[in-house]
């Protein structure tokens, strides 16, 4: 027989779904119109999880689901699962690193080089039919510029190598440095936001990081200076950064995530000094079948009674 498990989110990767309904008796969750009583119509029997989609985890959704020993994510961030919760209970919690790790980063040098050179400004000015009354502003390069970056875990790194290749000088901020880093660690953020000329955030979202990115840190980046971020909303301070972006104490932002996605602040939209991106660092056909697999495969370890691939608790 199948195992039984629930599944919270419909997953957005090639394969991923039909590959769950193959393997397991899967539960859909986000279809149900009464989640207490089609949980409690499950509580007897469902050991696996898989989440996505970033719908909150919490203590109420495990203690719905008592006999819960896996939790697999669709992602790398699991802020949006309650680890401590997970532990007390003695239920485990996987995620998806290294397979998203290249793309991400991709796309965090992709809007530096947008926000920095105007390819989506240079879009929406050919689009208005302006080109044809003038030539576009001179925009920014970024070569020789000191890029800095929070968070030097797989991703922060990856991107720091791209901001090599480009001619890049690289910084770093985290909560500790790291003996085998080959990037100059500066404790204080501030500090490292008063010598970047672009700010990348790329650390992991939940408390520790809650809004990290203050109207002081803003600020010291300047008006010449950019914030990229390609790791959560949470850790940067939104309507600080509004506000910078508008009083233009801050120069550019490229953001690919926000705190209260899909909602983006509406002041955001008019402003051409901004690149917005839905939430995409992973979402290519290739690394979300790679990230839905992992997922799986982490659920099979756990049915197989071997060790977890990617365990974080
Ligand atoms: C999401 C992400 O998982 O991996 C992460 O932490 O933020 C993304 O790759 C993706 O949006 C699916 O929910």
Redesign the pocket.
């Known amino acids: 027989m199948k195992p039984d498990i629930v599944v919270t989110a419909h997953i ?1 990767a090639p394969g991923t779904m039909p590959t769950l309904e193959r393997e397991f008796t899967a539960h859909h969750l986000w279809r149900a119109t009464d989640e207490k009583s089609f949980l409690a119509a499950l509580a007897d029997r469902v050991e696996g999880m898989a989440v ?3 719908r909150p985890i919490d203590a109420a959704l495990m203690d719905a689901l008592p006999k819960l020993k896996v939790i697999a994510n ?4 699991v802020d949006s699962i309650d680890l401590a919760a997970a532990q007390a209970r003695g239920i485990a919690v996987t995620n ?1 690193p290294d397979v ?1 790790t290249d793309e991400v980063a991709d796309l965090a040098i992709a809007l530096v080089l947008d926000a920095a050179r105007g390819m989506s400004a240079g879009d929406r000015f050919i689009r208005a039919g302006k080109w044809t009354k003038g030539g576009m502003a001179l925009q920014r390069g970024i070569r020789g510029k000191t890029l800095g970056i929070l968070g030097l875990g797989r991703i922060g790194s990856a991107i720091a190598a791209h901001g090599e290749h480009f001619g890049m000088r690289v910084l770093w901020t985290g909560p500790r440095p790291k003996p085998a880093a080959r990037w100059t660690y500066v404790a204080d953020l501030v500090e490292l936001a008063r010598e970047a000329d672009v700010l990348v955030v790329a650390c992991p979202g939940g408390a520790a990081t809650r809004r990290l990115v203050t109207a002081e840190v803003l600020a010291a980046l300047g008006p010449e200076g950019m914030l990229v971020n390609i790791g959560r909303g949470s850790v940067v301070d939104e309507p600080a950064l509004v506000d910078a972006l508008k009083g233009g104490i801050l120069g550019r932002a490229a953001l690919d995530v926000f705190e209260d996605e899909p909602k983006v602040p509406e002041a955001l939209l008019a402003m051409e000094n901004v690149v917005l991106t839905p ?1 995409i ?3 290519t056909i290739e690394t979300r079948a790679a ?1 839905g697999q992992l997922m799986i495969d982490n659920l099979l370890a756990y049915y197989a009674g071997k060790p977890l691939l990617t365990r974080v608790v």
């Open positions: 957005s996505g989609g970033h669709f992602g790398v961030g998806t998203l939430h660092g992973s979402a990230m």
